[in-house]
């Protein structure tokens, strides 16, 4: 009978099958965390998008339903300040644009915050004791941290790098999820900022496993079996899948993005800067050709997206996703078109048939 051939993670965050669905924001719902964890394996809710009495909300609907162990995801970057003259800088060079469908320059918008994580957020951690707590960007402060810790909760975070794997297990974290170039939405890059030099799934992740002794996750054009046992093979302890996800039933994905993500091709998505002022991996549409993908006069995260605003519901109105972040990996294309929890049991039962072929080749 096939087996998994390291079950470090499933005994770590306890839990049956070693998939992890990535915390989206913005797409992933409570109710695509609870059935991944369902079916065995550790459903994420992200919060960057959330405030505290909302995350609250989303984790007592996720403990009703279920007793399995769930991961909440926090960004910890450093909070910019948003600079006038950066921005009048941003929306110049978005003037074309502007004048094109009649809009103000000047107009503003509310576009979505990204909060990092705080003693607020702690309170909801402390409070509501999720069995695992990833970061993104790095981790908060030793103090924060280490209340964190105190909890009881397992520490994961991203690394683009070894160096940033390595980095994190320094300072405390229980896993390392290994962040392919392959991976949709934003980077986790924290130690380094240039994009030319990403690394991609299957040649950071083995560096990643020989460099540190804390499990490895992998993460970054994932998408069905075959991919879960490469991960396997190149020392990975579990896997971290997101754009599969986003054809569920359960995730919170407008009918733009959904087209988008129907039609992308392998070569269809970039790494750009310019949907919130940091990289992160989206569907090619027009924005990014024409002023992208990596612009110098994006201002600083997350306040890219207040110039766009106008533009975004101007053309969404319209039907179009020329001016949205339409966030996707590589392996869209890969991707089965599956309810939350099946597509969960459905990818573990196709890598563990993989696995049984393999052993029976070698026998």
């Known amino acids: 009978m096939a087996h998994w051939p390291d ?23 409570t109710e695509m965390a609870i059935a991944v964890a369902l079916a065995g394996g550790l459903g994420s809710l992200p919060s960057a998008q959330m405030t505290p009495a909302q995350l609250t909300e989303a984790l007592l609907k996720f403990r009703t339903a279920t007793t399995a162990s769930v991961n909440v995801n926090f960004f910890c970057h450093a909070p910019a300040v948003n600079d006038p003259l950066v921005d009048r800088q941003w929306r110049k060079q978005l003037e074309p644009y502007y004048v094109e469908f009649g809009i ?10 990204r909060a990092p994580f705080d003693d607020a957020y702690y309170a909801v951690v402390e409070a509501l004791r999720p ?28 690394a683009t790098t070894v160096r940033e794997a390595v980095w ?18 934003h980077r986790g890059n924290f130690l380094t900022h240039d994009m030319a030099a990403q690394v991609g799934t299957m040649s950071l992740l083995p560096q990643v496993v020989d460099a540190v002794k804390v499990p490895v996750i992998a993460a970054g054009g994932i998408a069905d079996g075959r991919g879960i046992v490469a991960a396997f093979s190149l020392g990975a302890a579990a896997v971290q899948i997101g754009t599969a996800y986003l054809f569920s039933p359960e995730a919170k994905v407008s009918k733009i993005h959904r087209e988008a993500l129907e039609n992308i091709w392998d070569d269809g998505t970039a790494v750009t800067n310019v949907f919130t002022g940091r990289p992160a991996r989206g569907v090619l549409n027009r924005l990014i050709r024409e002023i992208g993908p990596l612009s110098p006069l994006a201002p600083a995260f997350p306040f890219a997206a207040g110039g766009l605003a106008p533009l975004r519901a101007k053309a969404e109105a319209a039907g179009s996703g020329d001016f949205t972040n339409l966030w996707s990996g590589q392996s869209a294309r890969l991707s089965p078109r599956l309810p939350s929890g099946q597509l969960t049991e459905n990818l573990a039962a196709d890598a563990l048939s993989h696995f049984s072929r393999l052993a029976a080749s070698t026998q």
Do not use: W
């Open 131 to 158: 069995e695992v707590v990833s970061f993104h960007f790095g981790l908060p402060s030793y103090l924060l941290l280490d209340r964190v810790k105190s909890t009881g909760a397992k520490i994961i975070s991203s």
């Open 168 to 185: 994190l297990e320094e300072h405390g974290c229980d896993a390392v999820i290994a962040m392919g170039s392959e991976a949709g939405g």
């Open 104 to 113: 103000d320059r000047e107009v503003q918008l509310a576009s979505a915050n």
């Open 7 to 29: 079950d470090r993670i499933q005994r770590l965050f306890n839990i049956k099958l070693p998939i992890i669905q990535a915390p989206m924001a913005g797409s992933s719902t």
